[in-house]
């Protein structure tokens, strides 16, 4: 474990005195087992940062040019809740969700730093014949989404800030479900030892995405106050589902995959992801690999083909394979008919990161392990828009130990918003650069990463200077 450290009072205010432009720093006397993480309004672009140790969680704001405003501090959760699970933001107002281990029991502690007010409030959830799917934090609210035991009906638990809970079920009955008999037998298909049954991943495309999460054939998206689902288990189509976290209306569109008839054959990989209101889809056979870009009405924006007797020429990147039989470390490939072959032997999947004006594309695949899938990959806080792994993922290193026991095979290509080939270098992105930093300073502890503005902040202890560092880190030559 990551050790975590407390911050003093005098250390708070000098820190958020110091420019955030490259590096700030500052001696910090040490107490055991405390955890710091930040919360970000992405909104007004406030930060929160709490600090929490055995007894006590504290909140500490600071204004726009980062110098301490106030702070509040309240009693920390019991142990019956194990961890935290979510946060909304909003106004001068931070509040945290904290569950069981069954997720039954949820507490939410709100901390008004303005006002000096701090609200617990505690609910036990029965899920009646329901089984969780995933947790989310959605502008001004906190959702919990379940599924109901063989049926067509999602259900909703939404909170708000001020401690209410709002259930709602979300039927769709009248929607077709192609490949299976209904919306539960979907979800309970089973793709282990990759993806277990009854799971749905949650993908954050602001940041870079490994493909141990995208490889999945069920994922969801929060997009503003739309929760997108997208079901990737028939090779025919992508499903995409949409639910309106306002108004709880649905919509589902099945999006036509590369036809069968393209490959002449049955040995088939497919996958999808989805960002800004467009759907990037693969699908490969052992010798030939499609990638196109349709609409969410599922008109067609591009399509490129690659196959194993012509380089790919969308790719600005080697082919790049991890682990493996030969040492697990990294080669590069030399053919395109490599790349395909790979691509169709393992997990395959598409991962999409917005940089500049462009948008970068992971394509490749994974092969599975014993651990049970992607569930198990990264340590994640979970908290959406808000918090990142303490194990920082980089598009180009993959992310730390997440290829532990597998293989994968990856390239990257870059496209503009139209969905156009971008020919040239890759820029290194802030990923990259935290990932390098981390690589060559392996005696740093305490690393918190969050993202305001833009902008990664880094925020880590240095044992042997006994000083709290805080970097910032930019996508580009910066």
Avoid at 129 to 152: C, D, G, H, R
Wanted: aromatic share 12%; with cysteine.
């Amino acid at each position: 474990m990551i050790k975590k450290i407390f911050l003093a009072s005098l250390f708070l205010n000098s820190l958020f005195s110091f420019s955030q432009e490259i590096v700030s720093s500052t001696p910090v006397e040490l107490k055991k087992n405390v955890q710091i993480f930040q919360v970000v309004n992405d909104l007004t672009k406030q930060t929160t940062m709490f600090m929490t140790d055995e007894n006590r969680i504290k909140a500490i704001r600071p204004d726009n040019q980062m110098k301490f405003i106030d702070s509040v501090s309240t009693q920390k959760p019991d142990k019956s809740y194990s961890k935290m699970i979510g946060n909304i933001a909003s106004d001068n107002k931070t509040t945290l969700f904290w569950a069981s281990s069954n997720q039954k029991k949820i507490l939410l502690q709100s901390f008004d730093s303005e006002k000096n007010k701090t609200l617990d409030k505690s609910f036990d959830l029965e899920f009646k014949n329901e089984v969780y799917l995933q947790e989310f934090s959605a502008p001004n609210k906190f959702i919990i989404l379940t599924i109901l035991k063989k049926s067509n009906i999602f259900k909703i638990y939404a909170f708000d800030n001020q401690g209410n809970l709002e259930i709602k079920d979300i039927d769709l009955s009248g929607i077709r479900f192609y490949h299976r008999t209904n919306l539960y037998d979907t979800f309970e298909e089973d793709f282990m030892p990759f993806e277990r049954p009854l799971s749905l991943v949650k993908i954050n495309s602001e940041y870079p995405t490994p493909l141990l999460k995208t490889a999945a054939k069920r994922k969801c998206y929060l997009v503003e106050n739309q929760l997108v689902i997208t079901i990737d288990t028939d090779q025919n189509y992508t499903q995409v589902i949409q639910i309106d976290l306002e108004n709880y209306k649905i919509s589902s569109k099945n999006i036509l995959q590369t036809p069968f008839k393209n490959f002449g054959t049955s040995n088939l990989t497919y996958n999808s992801f989805f960002m800004s209101n467009k759907l990037y889809q693969i699908k490969s056979s052992p010798n030939k690999f499609y990638l196109t870009i349709k609409d969410i009405n599922g008109n067609l924006v591009k399509e490129y083909v690659a196959n194993g007797d012509n380089p790919i020429e969308f790719k600005n990147s080697e082919i790049s394979q991890q682990g493996g039989d030969f040492g697990g470390g990294e080669r590069t490939l030399e053919t395109s008919s490599q790349f395909i072959r790979k691509l169709n032997g393992q997990n395959s999947g598409i991962s999409c990161y917005q940089t500049g004006e462009n948008i970068i594309l992971t394509t490749g695949s994974v092969s599975s392990d014993n651990s049970g899938g992607t569930q198990a990959v990264l340590s994640q806080f979970g908290l959406i828009g808000a918090l990142i792994s303490v194990a920082v993922y980089s598009p180009s290193m993959e992310s730390f130990n997440s290829y532990t026991g597998r293989k994968a095979v990856t390239i990257f290509s870059l496209f503009d918003k139209d969905g156009n080939h971008v020919k040239g270098d890759l820029q290194p992105l802030a990923y990259d650069k935290i990932s390098s930093f981390l690589q060559e300073n392996k005696k740093v502890n305490a690393q918190n990463l969050f993202k305001v503005d833009g902008l990664y902040y880094l925020g880590y202890y240095d044992k042997d200077a006994k000083e709290y560092i805080i970097r910032k880190f930019a996508d580009g030559n910066n």
